[in-house]
C-alpha cells in the first residue's frame, strides 16, 4: 500500500520515488484524496504556524508558494492548455499545436508569479 501511496505521490507532486510508472498510477488513481489529504494537511499546517507570527499577506503568500512548489504547478499548466485546446478553432493537430504552445505556458507561470492584494498592490513572487 505505501508503495503505492508513494507512485501516485510522485506523479502529484515534484518529490521523486522509485516506483512512479503511469501503469501503477492509473490503477492507483483511488488514492488522489489521500495525497491531497497529505499534501492539504502539510501546507495548512505551514501557514497555521506561519499565522501566529507573520502578516496575513505573507502568510498567504508562502502557502501559495509553497503549494506551487510542492505541486510544480502542473495542474493549473494543464487547465490552461486544455483551456486552449477547448479555445482553438480547426482539426485535432490545431488543437495538440496550442496545447503545446511554451509561450502560453510562459505567460500562465508569469500570471501565477504575481500576487496582488485588495489594494491592488501586487507583489511579484
Given at each position: 500500500m505505501?508503495?503505492?501511496?508513494?507512485?501516485?505521490?510522485?506523479?502529484?507532486t515534484i518529490i521523486p520515488?522509485?516506483?512512479?510508472?503511469?501503469?501503477s498510477i492509473a490503477k492507483n488513481m483511488y488514492l488522489f484524496p489521500i495525497v491531497g489529504i497529505v499534501i492539504g494537511l502539510v501546507?495548512?499546517?505551514l501557514g497555521y504556524g506561519l499565522s501566529l507570527y507573520l502578516e496575513p499577506l505573507v502568510v498567504s503568500l508562502v502557502?501559495?508558494?509553497?503549494l506551487a512548489v510542492i505541486?510544480?504547478?502542473?495542474?493549473?499548466d494543464g487547465l490552461a492548455d486544455f483551456a486552449d485546446g477547448?479555445?482553438?478553432k480547426g482539426t485535432k493537430e490545431k488543437k495538440r499545436k496550442a496545447m503545446k504552445?511554451?509561450?502560453?505556458?510562459?505567460?500562465?507561470?508569469?500570471?501565477?508569479?504575481?500576487?496582488?492584494?485588495?489594494?491592488?498592490?501586487c507583489i511579484i513572487t
Open positions: 505505501l508503495k503505492q501511496i508513494g507512485s501516485v505521490f510522485s506523479f502529484l520515488t522509485s516506483n512512479s510508472d503511469l501503469n501546507i495548512g499546517s502557502v501559495v508558494a509553497s505541486t510544480g504547478i502542473h495542474h493549473t477547448l479555445m482553438t504552445d511554451p509561450f502560453g505556458r510562459i505567460c500562465w507561470n508569469i500570471l501565477n508569479s504575481v500576487v496582488c492584494d485588495r489594494r491592488n498592490h
